[in-house]
């Protein structure tokens, strides 16, 4: 929801104009940008300098946690995509996945609501914990409403807008429900996505009709009305312009009170502005781990200092 | 010559080329309808719409209009078709039916459940039957089925039973339409798992990702994607069974009778001839003109019935443009 008042928080987000060509470990080039618009930020990365404006939000004290990895590693075949993987994932907080393409940061959030055991060729080792409890105890189908997903590419249901948030609740529902009957809720979920406002002239409109943002956006929304309690997002702006990208961040930041986000992302800057938490991960390792604010001003690995080092430095 | 073909054309010139090409096609359907109007004229104008009803012996009216002359009296046209009408609808209706929903669930099956390696010998063997010859398909059924049907299904009580009226033998309804389905499940199968193939995956997995099991998701999201391409194998199938002549002719007992629900189980015993079956059978003694016309006027009622097909096909698909499913 973007009332006027909140206007200078979009301009905020949005990306500086300046962009420069970093060239990571695996000589794929990333565009990236500053951080913060703010001189000061530009000029060095400590860690004093690097808060004001957009990490306001932070929270000084880790939320509890909601799931656990513990020693994942996935295979595809003899590819080995994930290695000995170990992680927490605090309610209340965003976790952002960064890391060089095919280090296996899909692999490692599909693995989370055992969307990998669709591809035959994967196979998982290591402990999932979800409250404390295994997955592979759980129905998948109950796990999969628990822990939700938003995928790369915007992928609504080639319905109407209303059908498309109301599928999950009517999937789930022992008798089909009529449309009175959810309306409410997909209504919710819809405010709670941010675009309840600019889609409620006419809720019965065909989703794909929608622009790239708004069907992303239309995708957290459908992910949000069963209630999920993690939210995992692969790139869930790699599709879309600075704007619609300002937009979701927002959104991320509003939800993170009441869900675990996990987020994966190749946008340094953006893994800044919204992560609490952010993983780097390198060809299938679990290179650093640690807040936000630390990874990126004082990173403990090498490796890490490489990748994050080009982006503020 | 060749060479002219093999460089790049202009893209005006591409499209005059094909659109020349698809009127002059249009102008030969359009001739073709025009011409067996024409030669079937005779045979409504002398019997109206009691060509479509069911008075008399069809049978014998066609078999009377053999020895008619070559200046025939109006009285010679005179036929009531709906015995051939109603087996064709039949015929066609049921195997369709039938057709459909094993065609579908086998769909189902292949593309969401069967493992890879069946997978991969069943698609290769479902296209291998969708491009069996009909002929042979009538063949099998006049060796094998009628014979089983006979001895085994049909007791001799129910034989007598009905004596006076039909005399059972084991071609009729039944094999008819059993081998119906045979011939047009496989296409369908076929036409319907490349749809579901062709299903972006996102959609899939995004239903998944809800939380909803694989059934569901086949049905709700697939499936529903691919109703496009389930319409027009319903189309193709209908045209298939419509048009099926050979076939029939040997299966359904050939006889210009109305197999009547209400006889009970004896209805799917009872024999029948559709129209494409008594176009090939009265084909040869087509030099009486009264029979010329009754036979064009067949040909007439298949052809227009494809028609309606292929409209009623394009129009059921147009709701699901607007949701932005592939048409
Ligand atoms: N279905 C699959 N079968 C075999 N190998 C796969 C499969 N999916 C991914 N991989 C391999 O696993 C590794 C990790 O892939 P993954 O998609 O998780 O990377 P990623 O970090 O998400 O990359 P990107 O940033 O480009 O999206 C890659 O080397 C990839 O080739
Ligand atoms: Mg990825």
Known sequence: MIGNEETHDVERLLPPPIKRIVVDEQLQPTIVQPPVADPVAATGPSAGAVRAGARAHRRGTPGPERMTLDGLSVSYGTKRAVNEVSLPIRQGEVLALIGPSGCGKTTLLRTLNRLTELTPTARREGRILLDGQDVDELEVTALRRRVSMVFQQPNPFPMSIFDNVAYALR???????????????????????????????????????????????????????????????????????????????ELIQELRSELAIVIVTHNLQQAYRVGDHVAFMYLGDLVEYGRTEQVFAAPRAQRTRDYVGGAFG | MLQRLRKPWPDQRAERTLGALASVVLVLIVLMIVFVASKAMPAFQHNGLSFFGSGGDVDRQIDAMVNTGAKPAPGDYTIGAWPLIYATLLTTALAVVGGLAFALLAAVFIVEFAPPSLRRVVVPVVRLLAAVPSVIYGLIGILVLVPLVNDHLISSGRKQSVQYVISLTGTGLLVAVVILVVM???????????????????????????????????????????????????????ARALGEAIMLSMVSGSKGFAPNPIDGLTFIFEPLRPLAATIVEDADSINAPAMSATVYAFALLLLFSSLVLSLAGFLAKQPMKKYGIRV
């Not at chain 2, 579901?196 to 997995?205: I, Q, S, T």
Request: hydrophobic fraction near 50%.
């Open chain 1, 171 to 249: 999937e789930q529902a022992m008798k089909r429900p009529g449309k009175a009957a959810v309306e409410p809720q997909v209504i919710d979920a819809l405010r709670r996505a941010g675009l309840y406002d600019e889609v409620k002239d006419d809720l019965s409109r065909p989703a794909l009709r929608l622009s790239g943002g708004q069907q992303q956006r239309l995708c957290i929304a459908r992910a949000l009305a069963v209630r999920p309690e993690v939210l995992l997002m692969d790139e869930p702006c790699s599709a879309l312009d600075p704007r619609s990208t300002a937009v979701i961040e």
């Open chain 2, 184 to 238: 047009i499940t496989p296409i369908m199968i076929a036409i319907i798992v490349d749809a579901l193939y062709a299903v972006p995956k996102g959609w899939r997995e995004g239903a998944l990702a809800l939380g909803v099991n694989r059934w569901r998701a086949m049905w709700t999201v697939s499936v529903r994607a691919a109703r496009p391409a389930i319409i027009a194998a319903v189309v193709l199938a209908c």
